[in-house]
């Protein structure tokens, strides 16, 4: 006994639609269309009110913090570039790569690069870009 198979006709928008609804979705999960917010501070009872007069002094706790469009909203983001364009060029760079383990369970890692060449100012720095 054979089967029919229906075939799904290729088509230019159906391939736009599953785009789009990807995009959605990606744009959801990484939170690129969240509404940034004033920060909530918690306090321990005997540092209340030192905190609060701490936060009054420094205006700056107490706005919306407005993060630039794509690379602020998600580190998910930075992270692919930063994998797809970026790695590329330091494949030949000396680093050491440096393992934090922290009290959650989570894991920090970065980068530290080496310069390739002396200073002329007799500083030992490299940074990455």
Request: with cysteine; hydrophobic share 45%.
């Amino acid at each position: 006994m054979m089967f029919a198979v229906a075939l799904i006709p290729f088509s230019y928008g159906g391939v736009m639609f599953a785009a789009f609804i990807f995009l959605v979705f990606m744009g959801k999960s990484m939170s690129l269309s969240s509404i940034p917010e004033r920060p909530k501070f918690y306090y321990a009872r005997k540092l209340k009110n030192k905190m609060r007069d701490l936060v009054e002094l420094i205006p700056m706790l107490n706005e919306s913090y407005i993060p630039p469009l794509l690379w602020g909203r998600s580190g998910h983001l930075q992270t692919f570039f930063y994998g797809v364009l970026n790695r590329a060029d330091h494949l030949n760079l000396p680093s050491q790569r440096h393992y934090i383990h922290l009290d959650d369970g989570a894991t920090v890692s970065f980068d530290v690069f080496e310069p390739t060449e002396p200073s002329d100012q007799g500083m030992e720095s490299c940074f990455s870009t």
